[in-house]
Nanobody, 124 residues
């Protein structure tokens, strides 16, 4: 079992920045950030396949956000810049470690464990 603890959410004005951090307590094959706005489905924002070092970034945040994996600290961070009101939502860290399961970064079913979430609010 892997525990995930998110931090770094908050309230900012449009154009501002936030850095979200996810601390993992154990080993995972892949990690990701998802977000969910009120009344909308959960969507993948960024992901990382640890062994193959492959990355995913959604079109919605591409060019404005970068993710980074620190193997020594066992963290997965999401740096978001030029934030827009539509970036508002609860951001969840997710991790998976099922042997033989292909990594589909945008499919929530790929991931075994989820954090409690951290809220990001962007005002116009």
């Amino acid at each position: 079992h892997v525990q995930l603890v998110e931090s770094g959410g908050g309230s900012v004005q449009a154009g501002g920045s936030l850095r979200l951090s996810c601390q993992l307590s154990g080993y995972a094959y892949f990690v990701a950030w998802f977000r969910q706005a009120p009344g909308k489905e959960r969507e993948a924002v960024a992901g990382h396949q640890i062994l193959e070092r492959r990355d995913y970034i959604s079109e919605a945040v591409k060019g404005r956000s970068t993710s980074s994996r620190d193997n020594r600290k066992n963290t997965f961070d999401l740096q978001m810049m030029s934030l827009k009101p539509e970036d508002t939502g609860m951001y969840y860290c997710a991790a998976g470690r099922t042997f033989g399961v292909a990594w589909n970064p945008t499919d929530p079913a790929t991931y075994n464990w989820w954090g409690q979430g951290t809220q990001a609010t962007v005002s116009s």
